[in-house]
């Protein structure tokens, strides 16, 4: 069994910055990237960010390209997402995803999820 773990989130002014955590954790899994996703009240769950274990190839969301930065420590199996100049519209719960497939912005081309973490940004 594949599990996520994410940590990170919190309350923060807009302009400020957080730093999420997802730490991979089970069986062997043909995993070949991590993403981020996020959904707001009453709003569909959103692609943010998307990185390639092997080389580290990101790909984001316009929502959020220049604003935050996706990394990976392979050593201990651990994904970031690097959250700066937030703003309000930002505030969701975000989870992390493992894909057997590759970087992908759909939701349904990942394989297993965390639980989420809640981030509030404040005017």
């Known amino acids: 069994q594949v599990q996520l773990v994410e940590s990170g989130g919190g309350l923060v002014q807009a302009g400020g910055s957080l730093r999420l955590s997802c730490a991979y954790s089970?069986?062997?899994?043909?995993?070949?990237?991590m993403g981020w996703f996020r959904q707001a009240p009453g709003k569909e769950r959103e692609f943010v960010a998307t990185?390639?274990?092997?080389?580290?190839?990101?790909y984001y969301a316009d929502s959020v390209k220049g604003r935050f930065a996706i990394s990976r420590d392979n050593a201990k199996n651990t994904v970031y997402l690097q959250m700066n100049r937030l703003k309000p519209e930002d505030t969701a719960v975000y989870y992390c995803?493992?894909?057997?497939?590759?970087?992908?912005?759909?939701?349904?081309?990942?394989?297993?999820w965390g639980q989420g973490t809640q981030v509030t940004v404040s005017s």
């Open positions: 990185i390639r274990w092997s080389d580290g190839y990101g």
């Open positions: 089970g069986r062997t899994f043909s995993t070949y990237a």
């Open positions: 995803a493992a894909s057997g497939v590759g970087p992908a912005t759909q939701a349904q081309l990942y394989n297993y």
